[in-house]
């Protein structure tokens, strides 16, 4: 049974940065897509940025040029460099690995809270 294990959230400043990271423990053949999402209070779940196995990215355009998605194919992480924080980026943010079948994974999610 696959898992993520997601780390890096926390209390950070307005215009500070985190790092946030997702591993995948037990048997991992074959990733397709990585993603992150976040869910503030009272808002649905959203994409924040996706990264294809190829290394295509895309990302909601509330954090185009604040952050930056990256994965490491042969240990099976993805990471989410944070920068440039606003409050409005206070979330749980959730790594999501999809694969082939139709199966996915979900991380237990971490919280960020950007506030002076």
């Known amino acids: 049974q696959v898992q993520l294990v997601e780390s890096g959230g926390g209390l950070v400043q307005p215009g500070g940065s985190l790092r946030l990271s997702c591993a995948a423990s037990g048997s991992v053949f074959s990733i397709n897509a990585m993603r992150w999402l976040r869910q503030a209070p009272g808002k649905q779940r959203e994409l924040v940025a996706a990264?294809?196995?190829?290394?295509?990215?895309n990302y909601a355009d509330s954090v185009k040029g604040r952050f930056t998605i990256s994965r490491d194919n042969a240990k099976n992480t993805l990471s989410l460099q944070m920068n440039s924080l606003k409050p409005e980026d206070t979330a749980v943010y959730y790594c999501?690995?999809?694969?082939?079948?139709?199966?996915?994974?979900w991380g237990q999610g971490t919280q960020v809270t950007v506030s002076s």
């Open positions: 990264i294809t196995s190829g290394g295509t990215t």
């Open positions: 999501h690995y999809l694969m082939p079948g139709g199966r996915s994974r």
